[in-house]
């Protein structure tokens, strides 16, 4: 089984979209955190939701991990 299959709902993102998208912050990749439905970005300590399969990459709307 792949992430893909196990995502829920809230963190459907295309891996294509997945793989160009980066943190607005630090512009470094972030990584699929399938469990809480976010793009979280390590370098920064940031994790930004991702809304009906919408990453909202926006540093006021992340919240610090």
């Known amino acids: 089984m792949t992430p893909a ?3 829920p709902a809230g ?3 295309d891996p294509d979209l997945l793989a ?3 943190c ?3 512009r470094t990749p ?3 955190d399938t469990e809480r439905g976010e793009l979280v970005s390590d370098e920064a300590g940031l994790a ?3 809304r009906d ?3 909202v990459l926006l540093i006021e709307a992340a919240r610090r991990t």
Do not use: C, E, F, S
């Open 5 to 7: 299959d196990v995502r």
């Open 11 to 13: 963190a459907a993102i």
């Open 20 to 22: 160009i998208l980066v």
């Open 24 to 26: 607005p912050m630090t």
């Open 30 to 32: 972030l990584r699929l």
């Open 48 to 50: 930004y939701p991702i």
């Open 53 to 55: 399969g919408v990453p």
